[in-house]
């Protein structure tokens, strides 16, 4: 036994989804088809997903935020946990990786929810603060560029409601947070922003160890 977090080796991992996940068939696809994907690293953990898509339940969420799509694995997650009047709002600058996702998204039958910003996310963001869209939204996933990490969580956390939570990811970046020789440009942002959230009063904060790390923050 032991108080800290578990180091999870590939067997304990294995046994944690097999015994704690319930990944929709669709999902099961789309993982499969971003596995082909160049840069499938960049899709975000199963138990992590499934885990934020009952936080959005928890919540009685209908409108999120995302930003980063890749090929849309945890946003289908999110868009099936999501209300029939639900929206997800996500933003990317890729045309390749969105086209998987948006078959994915119909197959799902969530297309409905989704709706997708090819460009800067900056931009996008706001677009939806010039558009009157503050405080209007519940939950926002940030998992994009690191080094404009601050940027897009300011922005979100103005277009998020009171009470409305931000979940941030790969904030432990593989360890590398720890090592003092990896001066990486994404390295020093998550380490810059990770030191600054904390003491970011207009948050409640919870870091998770769960796979690359998940930092979440509820607007007070
Ligand atoms: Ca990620």
């Keep these: 036994m032991t108080n800290k977090t578990l180091a999870l080796d590939e067997r304990l991992y294995d046994y944690v989804l097999n015994v704690g996940l319930r990944e929709p068939e669709v999902l099961q696809s789309l993982r499969q088809a971003t596995e082909k994907e160049e840069l499938s690293?960049?899709?975000?953990?199963?138990?992590?997903?499934?885990?934020?898509?009952?936080?959005l339940r928890l919540m009685d969420a209908k409108r999120v935020l995302e930003i980063g799509t890749y090929t849309g694995y945890a946003t289908l997650w999110m868009a099936l946990a999501l209300p029939d009047d639900g929206e997800i709002?996500?933003?990317?600058?890729?045309?390749q990786w969105t086209f998987v996702a948006r078959r994915f998204w119909e197959e799902g039958g969530v297309d409905g929810k989704v709706h997708l910003h090819l460009g800067p996310a900056l931009e996008t963001l706001d677009a939806l603060l010039q558009g009157g869209q503050e405080a209007s939204f519940d939950f926002a996933f940030i998992d994009a560029d690191k080094v404009n990490y601050q940027g897009y969580f300011d922005r979100c956390l103005?277009?998020?409601?009171?009470?409305?939570?931000?979940?941030?990811?790969?904030?432990?970046?593989g360890g590398?947070?720890?090592?003092?020789?990896?001066?990486?440009?994404?390295?020093?942002?998550?380490?810059?922003?990770?030191?600054?959230?904390?003491?970011?009063?207009?948050?409640?904060?919870?870091?998770?160890?769960?796979?690359?790390?998940?930092?979440?923050?509820r607007k007070r």
């Design 41 to 55: 690293i960049m899709r975000s953990a199963p138990e992590q997903d499934q885990f934020m898509a009952m936080l």
């Design 89 to 95: 709002h996500t933003c990317d600058l890729s045309e």
């Design 158 to 173: 103005q277009l998020l409601r009171p009470g409305g939570l931000i979940a941030v990811d790969n904030t432990l970046w």
């Design 176 to 217: 590398a947070v720890v090592d003092a020789d990896d001066q990486e440009e994404s390295t020093r942002a998550i380490r810059i922003f990770n030191r600054k959230l904390k003491d970011d009063m207009r948050v409640e904060l919870a870091m998770l160890p769960i796979a690359d790390g998940l930092t979440l923050a």
